[in-house]
């Protein structure tokens, strides 16, 4: 039983992007972070940055290992979550809410075309 | 090439532990996670399957020269029914691997082996018999497939291992209770159609016992000790907490703070190597590196500052943003028991001092730390 929000869309490499207007919001699937579990840090891009979708721009460790975390889409990184700094345990407990990770204002050619919708995702996951 | 899998794969997979290739075994890393594991061994209990591990035995009355030549510790010191941690040095002195001897019976020992190396070490262990033995009677047998072994670790254990062996030993160290036994001490204990061997040991740094026995046995007695332990707390854990409670003692791990480069007395493990003896496998190069130091030292580390999982390889340097590299990370983790970073790693000799200042290099950025005693983690006596 995996919990992926319809509203949102996804890549095979397990982040979810949430789509408001001009800004996308990025975070790790719930499949995600109970596969990692115990994560006890992340490192986050700087503002301003940009990067290519399928780039990786951030580091989410557990305790037995460190993964990147690819961008779903091209765009410009607008905001980051502090919070998860201090308390990364966030991304455990709230990975579609509290514990999402930056903020990107999309590129024109930022599309979401190659992106999984919840129904596909949910497949990839075996959910 | 297939994983190997120890006779308890089926109870693993029941009980939802997520499995990983160890050293070609399909072993479990985790069960519940490594933070809940961890805490619980600390705390109460927990049980991990160690059956991929090697088991050899050496018999006859020439073993006790053999294997005083072959280890570096004094295996004259052992009486039966004791055992101690001890190494197995090639000529030149790096570690082939690093083990437990028990003395079963008068003539009688057993070697536990680490999975990785079982191959390595029987090879290396017949081809020593062929170079060493001249006629002494002696003989060595790799008993891996047929025994499986559990650990059984945590403060709570002794309260209740006792009703899975309810009666005294009749072997090794005879007519005791298991509960009786003494660190590094061994017992037989009859269980079902077989005996099984319990030591009082570990690899956590919590009071403990790993038991040894026939991979037929191996089921039965895992199932009878959640039957009386789980009140206790006692909960299946997997390779992942394993690492992170050895880690914490600063304890070292094949393949990482041990490997043929690098030797006992480079590791901190003079304590391990009686240099006394006339002569061992290594014996030249560790009393050498005894008189005149090492070129290298183990150290252990905690993180003083908010920083990533230090990790194995990670460069170790001088404090600040451009100090020199004085050596490596052979393991690191995030400590469940202190919250922070805490790792082992071999620096150039000269800068292994207790408490000072280092950084580690994590993805191109450093983050200060600072070389401690071991154990990094110390229990509270209360």
């Known amino acids: 039983m995996q919990n992926v929000p319809a509203d949102l869309k996804y890549a095979s490499s397990h982040e979810w992007v949430r789509l408001e207007g001009a800004v996308a919001t990025v975070g790790i699937s719930d499949h995600a972070q109970h596969e990692l579990t115990d994560i006890v840090f992340v490192e986050l891009p700087t503002v301003g940055r940009k990067v290519a979708a399928g780039e990786a721009c951030a580091v989410v460790e557990s305790v037995k290992t460190a993964s990147d975390i690819y961008s779903p889409i091209a765009g410009e990184v607008i905001s980051v979550n502090e919070t998860l700094v201090a308390d990364p345990g966030l991304v455990n407990r709230e990975p579609f809410d509290g514990g999402w990770f930056f903020k990107l204002r999309p590129s024109a050619e930022g599309g979401t075309g190659q992106l999984l919708d919840a129904a596909a995702y949910a497949r990839q996951i075996g959910g | ?382």
């Not at chain 2, 890393?29 to 090697?54: N, T, W």
């Not at chain 2, 090794?172 to 030591?199: E, M, S, T, Y």
């Not at chain 2, 206790?232 to 992170?244: F, K």
């Open chain 2, 1 to 382: 090439m297939e994983l190997k899998r120890t006779p308890l794969y089926d109870t693993h997979h029941r009980l939802g532990a997520r499995l990983i290739d160890f050293g070609g075994w399909e072993m479990p890393v985790q069960y519940s996670g490594i933070v809940d594991e961890h805490l619980c061994v600390r705390k109460a209990a927990g049980v991990f399957d160690i059956s991929h591990m090697g088991e050899v035995e050496v018999r006859g009355p020439a073993a006790l020269a053999f294997l005083n030549q072959l280890l570096t510790n004094d295996a004259a010191r052992l009486a039966v029914g004791e055992g101690q941690y001890t190494l197995m040095c090639r000529l030149d002195g790096g570690v082939i691997d690093d083990l437990y001897l028990y003395r079963l019976g008068a003539e009688n020992y057993l070697l536990i082996i680490n999975a990785s190396r079982v191959t390595d070490d029987v090879t290396w262990i017949r081809s020593q018999h062929e170079a060493l033995a001249k006629g002494g009677e002696l003989s060595v047998t790799d008993r891996s497939n047929e025994l499986a072994a559990i650990a059984v670790q945590g403060p709570r254990v002794v309260d209740f291992i006792g009703a899975v062996f309810p009666n005294a030993s009749t072997g090794g160290i005879a007519g005791v209770p298991v509960a009786a036994l003494k660190k590094n001490q061994i017992g037989r204990f009859g269980f079902g159609r077989g005996d099984v061997w319990v030591a009082r040991t570990g690899y956590t740094g919590e009071d403990g016992f790993e038991v040894v026995c026939p991979a037929t046995e191996i089921e039965a007695i895992w199932t009878q000790l959640f039957a009386v332990g789980r009140s206790g707390g006692l909960q299946p854990c997997g390779l992942g907490a394993r690492d992170t409670l050895r880690t914490e003692m600063g304890y070292p791990l094949y393949g990482h703070e041990l490997s043929e480069s690098i030797t006992p007395i480079e590791a901190g493990l003079a304590y391990f190597c009686a240099l006394e003896k006339a002569a061992f496998n290594g014996r030249k190069t560790l009393v050498e590196q005894k008189a005149n130091g090492p070129r290298r030292n183990a150290v252990a580390f905690t993180m003083t500052g908010k920083a990533a999982p230090p990790r194995a390889h990670y460069p170790i340097c001088l404090p600040g943003e451009s100090g020199a590299v004085i050596g490596e990370v052979t393991s690191g983790t995030q400590s469940p028991s202190l919250n922070c970073g805490v790792g082992l790693g071999l620096v150039t000799v000269g800068h292994a001092v207790i408490g000072s200042a280092i950084a580690i290099e994590i993805r191109g950025r450093r983050y200060p730390a600072a070389l401690v005693k071991k154990p990094i983690y110390r229990k509270m006596t209360s």
